[in-house]
């Protein structure tokens, strides 16, 4: 029940002054997209991670598959969570596409990023972890999420870092993956 008040209130105080939903479509969309892109730029271009980065865009690249398409649509075959818009009237940004709120695919997909990119270079892992956080906070206050779909969002990209590294760490060294 708190969780309905909470995404009211908000929903009422982005729509109170016009800028405001502009902003958070910005966040929504735009600032993760930008900021992964900025931190991606700082590890191809940062002295110490340019030699080894090559060998660490496998492990990158499979924790956002496992993080978006096997954990995140896994979860949703099962549990089939509508969207905040669909059960309270509330005003929303712009309709997504999927039809299933939990978890957040956005955050599932760029908290892994963020998560993979710590162990390379911490300051691009934290760049992305942090727009991540505002994505989904911007994703709840424009009616998309619930705040625990963002929460448990993640715990997935976590899990689908974790689950790469580890499925890719019994491969023998210098396998192509």
């Given at each position: 029940m708190r969780n309905?008040?909470?995404?009211a209130k908000s929903n009422e105080w982005l729509w109170a002054v016009p800028w405001r939903a502009g902003v958070v479509r910005f966040a929504t969309n735009w600032l993760i997209v930008l900021v992964s892109i900025?931190?991606?730029?700082l590890v191809f271009t940062d002295p110490v991670t340019r030699g080894f980065f090559w060998e660490e865009l496998t492990d990158i690249i499979f924790a956002l598959v496992m993080a978006r398409l096997v954990l995140t649509e896994g979860i949703r075959m099962f549990w089939k969570r509508q969207r905040p818009f669909t059960v309270l009237?509330?005003?929303?940004?712009?309709?997504?596409?999927g039809r299933h709120?939990?978890?957040?695919g956005h955050v599932a997909f760029f908290s892994a990023l963020g998560f993979a990119l710590l162990?390379?270079?911490?300051?691009?892992?934290?760049?992305?972890?942090?727009?991540?956080?505002?994505?989904?906070?911007?994703r709840v206050v424009g009616g998309m999420h619930w705040a625990s779909d963002v929460v448990a969002a993640f715990v997935v990209g976590y899990?689908?870092?974790y689950l790469a590294i580890e499925i890719l760490s019994y491969l023998p060294p210098g396998t192509p993956a």
């Open positions: 309905v008040a909470y995404l900025a931190a991606l730029a009237p509330i005003q929303v940004l712009f309709l997504p596409k709120a939990f978890p957040s162990p390379i270079l911490p300051l691009a892992g934290w760049m992305v972890l942090g727009a991540t956080v505002l994505n989904g906070a911007a899990l689908g870092y």
